[in-house]
Structures are given as C-alpha cells and as structure tokens.
C-alpha cells in the first residue's frame, strides 16, 4: 500500500525534528509509517484532530463533535453539522431530531452502539445553525473520508439534502437524490430525509421508512 499524505506529512514533521530542514528521503521509513497507520483507530484519529482550527469554526464551536458508534458498523449515518445541543455535548444527534433518529434505528434492530456509526459532514457547529460554507467543507471532508477509510462501512446513508448535496457534489434536490444508490469514493451512498424533516413535516415519516427497509435490506443481502 503507498503512503496517504498525512503519513507523508507526519515523516516529514519528523525527519525535521531529529535532523532540521535538510531531507533525508527514506522510503522503507515511509513505507512502514504507512503500515503503522493502518492499525490507526478511531479514537486516535480523533486524537489527532479534535484540536482543529483549520477553519473559522474552531474558534466559535464549545465542543469537537467527532462521531459515535461502532466503529466496525457496517452502516454509516452522515449528517449536515452539529447544532447546538451537539455543540454542548460533543456527540452527533442528541436533540429532539436524535431522539427520532434513534428510534428509526431500533425499528431496523440497530442502535448508535450496534453496526452504527454516527457523524457528520462538519466537525463544528455552523454559527446560528446556517449551512456548511463550502471552503468549512473542503476544510473538514478529508477528516470524514479517513473515517469513511477506518470504518470501512457497508453502506453509506447522507441524511438530508445538505449532507446529500454536499458528500456527492450535485446541487440536486432532496427528491432526485433518494431512491438511487449513488457512489461515495467506492462506497454505496443513499440520501433519506433529515429526522429534523420528519419533525417539522410527518407526512415525510412514511417515505422515510421505505428508505429505511431499503436500507435494511440491502444489509442484511450483503451480510
Ligand atoms: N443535525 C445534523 O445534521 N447533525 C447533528 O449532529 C444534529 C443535527
């Protein structure tokens, strides 16, 4: 396996701590520091990133909202951004919309503890809750796509039209994304409403559960 840039930029950071700027190229370092990072997990990664100030969000957020679930989950939840309830206790979807999301999980016989794993596009809260700007995405999806990479789940599932727009790149509406499994860099995505949606809306709480029996049973096919 070749080397990613982060465990590039780690042997470079390295090399000039022991010997200052001049580079001494090492490939067999290189290569094993690539090796090492596979056994990275998850809460290492966190580790690794939870100080981030790489956008201006860092500044305004209380809490680092990493993710929660099974590590090994076979189904991976991505929402938009943290809002304020998440912000506070640093864990994705513990409001009114999680409580809900939850309950959609157990009707699928899973839970944020089993083969489920919850995040979301943005690490830190958007101020006033409004959406992710483009360059804070550009700043923040790396960090997801090493998640996407650890986890290595079965299926993805962008809830929303904001995570859906923002992981495949369309400026689509909610509507046309659903009912398709689209490609996220070689994993099966799907779009189904935000639990918020059903919230404000419950005429959407039926075609939601369609999406999740879908969902349900395209895992257990590939199980
Ligand atoms: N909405 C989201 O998209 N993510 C959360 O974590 C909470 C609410």
Known sequence: MSPR???????????????GDELFLDIKSLNVLAEENDNEDLS?????ICECQKCSLGSTRSKFVFGVGDPDASLLLVGEAPGAEEDKKGEPFVGRAGK??????????RSREKDVYICNVLKCRPPNNRDPLRSEVEQCEPYLLHQIRLI?????????????QTLLNVD???????????????????VTY???????????????????????????KKN
């Open 100 to 109: 809900l999301l939850d309950k959609i999980l157990a009707a699928i016989d």
């Open 194 to 220: 935000h639990p918020a949606a059903l919230l404000r809306n419950q005429d959407l709480k039926r075609p939601a559960w369609e999406d999740f029996k879908v969902i349900k049973e395209f895992l257990e």
């Open 5 to 19: 840039s982060d465990d590039i930029r780690r042997y470079l950071r390295q090399n000039q701590e022991l010997f």
């Open 152 to 164: 290595n789940p079965t299926l993805i599932v962008a809830l929303g039209r904001v995570a859906g």
């Open 44 to 48: 290492s990664f966190e580790e690794e």
């Open 172 to 190: 689509k509406s909610l509507k046309s994304l659903r009912n398709t499994f689209h490609d996220y860099n070689g994993t099966p995505l799907m």
